[in-house]
């Protein structure tokens, strides 16, 4: 069994039933995903858990295209407010829902290993692939990041795929440590920086497990659709996701998903009819 953990609110929906489809179309083992969520409607009104029906649909997706597969709802709303109340990361450059992995180690339904994806992720390829990777001797493997191993250090990974060793991870106390940055230190990417800062040891991977910019190459396994520095033809920033489909297609020039995201658009469709608020 794969074990997989997304974080977010009631918005990932999208991003989780796109990724979801893409995995189980490709990767023949049973998974188990974990969607971390919490109501955190005093920093901003929209910040609302994922909803049970949205969990509901995801389940039978993920059952009738993989029997065995679960998808599992963790509402952390008492626990972050515990560790993370109104501290100094909780307005960061990203949203408060990304702080939700560095509590993995709290929860005792947590496995000792565990694959962490961003929720702007696509499956290009069985996910057994990455699964498999030993990281008995290290915290977690990861990618470089591709611009901060340039600006920041030769080393520095992006965090939206992380494949967890949650054993090694207590044993060290690295969600501990980083915990504690969070709470007391303004730091620039907030969890990815704290997770950096706090590693004893971690296991570069080749970067077809988080592919940053290209998108169409056959040995990708990992696609992440985050933001990318573009030069051309003046220095600006794009920001598509994969369930914006007419623009992946018209900027990022990306048809890999398209079998995947035909059937994403029924199902999101048969979602609003039957399952929508």
């Known amino acids: 069994m794969v074990n997989v953990l997304l974080c977010g609110n009631k918005k990932v929906f999208d991003g989780a039933l796109t990724q979801l489809i893409s995995m189980t179309n490709r990767t023949h083992e049973t998974i188990h995903v974990f969607v971390m969520t919490m109501e955190l409607t005093r920093v901003r009104q929209d910040f609302t858990a994922i909803t049970d029906k949205q969990i509901a649909f995801l389940n039978s997706v993920i059952q009738k295209k993989s029997p065995g597969s679960l998808v599992e709802k963790l509402d952390v709303t008492e626990l972050y407010e515990q560790e993370f109340h109104k501290c100094v990361n909780e307005t960061a450059y990203c949203t408060p829902y990304t702080l ?3 509590l993995a180690d709290l929860i005792s339904e947590i496995p000792d290993k565990l694959l962490y994806l961003d929720i702007d ?6 996910i057994k692939q990455l699964w498999d990777i030993d990281v008995t001797d290290y915290e977690y493997a990861a990618v470089k990041e591709k611009y901060g191993c340039w600006l920041i250090r030769p080393d520095y990974f992006n965090a939206g795929m992380l494949l967890l060793n949650m054993a090694k991870i ?3 106390g690295l969600l501990v440590k980083a915990r504690e940055l969070i709470r007391t230190k303004k ?3 907030a969890d990815q920086s704290a997770i950096f800062k706090s590693t004893t040891r971690k296991k570069l991977i080749p970067r077809i497990y988080n592919e940053q910019s290209r998108f169409n190459k056959k ?6 659709f985050c933001k990318r520095l573009m030069f051309r033809p003046y220095p600006h920033t794009e920001n598509y996701k994969q369930w914006q489909v007419d623009e992946i297609h018209k900027y990022l020039h990306c048809h890999a998903f398209d079998a995947d995201l035909e059937e994403y658009l029924a ?3 048969e979602y609003e009819s039957n ?3």
């Open 187 to 189: 730091l620039l990417f």
């Open 121 to 126: 992720v696509m499956i290009a390829n069985d």
């Open 219 to 224: 040995d990708t396994v990992v696609c992440h």
């Open 267 to 269: 199902l999101k469709a």
């Open 275 to 277: 399952y929508n608020d």
């Open 100 to 102: 939700l992995r560095l």
């Open 170 to 172: 207590r044993e060290t």
